[in-house]
């Protein structure tokens, strides 16, 4: 009888963690495609996945930050944002490798200098962050057409094609496994953030003026300097998953970031990272990405066209915001 206790108390544990939740749907939605589609779970095609979630992913930790350090934080400029890593990339890189460490340099201080003027808007300003990053990216989508006219230079470099869709292949048991790079890089970039949120100071801070703003200004506590911050460490992010895209699809394209705003932020409150600030982890964003990309291959799988899938990615965003809205907000 004890040990039934224990496992419904377990069980009850599981199901109240919101970034349990969010593997186990991963899990469920993979079980689901394999059952329609044999193969659909394979592990060439998990690591396809994970791949192609990377973007998503990674565009997530700059938005994670974001929600985090409150004051009903989130940057719509995101998609944009990658659009600059792209194009930034490209024209810098013009299909050479010995351009890559200077390309990468530019992407990193233009995308966090870009990110720093949502931050500014919203920190010193006053404009409501939705308004704010929302105008901003459209002026970031206008200036890159107007600099560009419609066609980007230069491509990606032979380097950054393979960190962006190249694998490590090797053989176990006869059977042929690819890890792709970007994978990797992710998981390096997962423990880095995981370190910083939870071992340093820079982390308590951060879910601090999260929390209680108020509080964290009269411990002297700049709250409106680490917001701006934020913002810029988001397009900072943002524009490096851009340039990996480049690497992913080899040529630019104006049109690359256009789907990723709302499913950045679909994705963090998928993962139980709270719109209202100060909690929430970037595991379970990685998960939201993951559920988001997966649900989308499923959605190919089963035919679905490009409307069906925007109804069901606004239908998703509907009922978490639904949802949220139901949550007291904090002081």
Not at 10 to 24: E, G, H, L, Q, R
Not at 142 to 147: A, D, E, V, W, Y
């Amino acid at each position: 009888m004890a040990k039934i206790d224990n496992v419904s108390g377990f069980a009850k544990k599981i199901f109240k963690d919101k970034v349990a939740i969010s593997y186990i749907i991963v899990i469920a939605l993979f079980v689901i495609g394999q059952i329609a589609v044999p193969g659909f779970a394979s592990f060439n095609h998990i690591m396809t996945v994970l791949q192609t979630s990377f973007f998503l992913g990674m565009l997530c930790l700059g938005q994670t930050i974001v929600v985090i350090s409150g004051k009903e934080g989130i940057d719509l400029s995101v998609g944009p944002m990658l659009t600059v890593g792209v194009i930034t990339s490209s024209a810098i890189l013009m299909g050479r490798d010995s351009n890559f460490f200077y390309a990468l340099i530019a992407v990193l201080v233009l995308g966090f200098v870009l990110g720093l003027v949502n931050g500014a808007g919203v920190s010193y300003l006053g404009i409501a962050p939705l308004i704010m990053t929302l105008a901003w990216g459209i002026v970031l989508e206008g200036g890159l057409l107007f600099i560009t006219d419609g066609f980007p230079p230069g491509r990606a470099s032979p380097l950054l094609q393979m960190l962006g869709g190249g694998s490590i292949r090797f053989n176990v048991g006869g059977y042929a496994v690819r890890i792709p790079w970007v994978i990797l890089i992710w998981v390096f970039v997962i423990i880095v953030v995981l370190f910083l949120f939870k071992k340093t100071i820079i982390g308590r801070i951060l879910y601090g003026i999260g929390t209680n703003d108020r509080a964290s200004n009269l411990l002297g506590i700049n709250t409106k300097k680490i917001r701006m911050f934020s913002y810029g460490f988001s397009g900072m992010f943002s524009a490096f998953s851009g340039m990996i895209l480049l690497g992913y699809v080899t040529n630019p394209n104006l049109n690359l970031g256009i789907h990723y705003g709302l499913p950045s932020v679909a994705a963090i409150v998928i993962g139980g990272i709270s719109l209202a600030g100060g909690a929430g982890s970037y595991v379970g964003a990685v998960a939201g990405s993951i559920i988001l990309t997966t649900l989308t291959s499923l959605l190919v799988t089963f035919r679905f066209g490009e409307s069906g899938r925007q109804i069901v990615y606004g239908a998703v965003l509907l009922l978490l915001l639904v949802l949220y809205a139901r949550q007291p907000k904090k002081v």
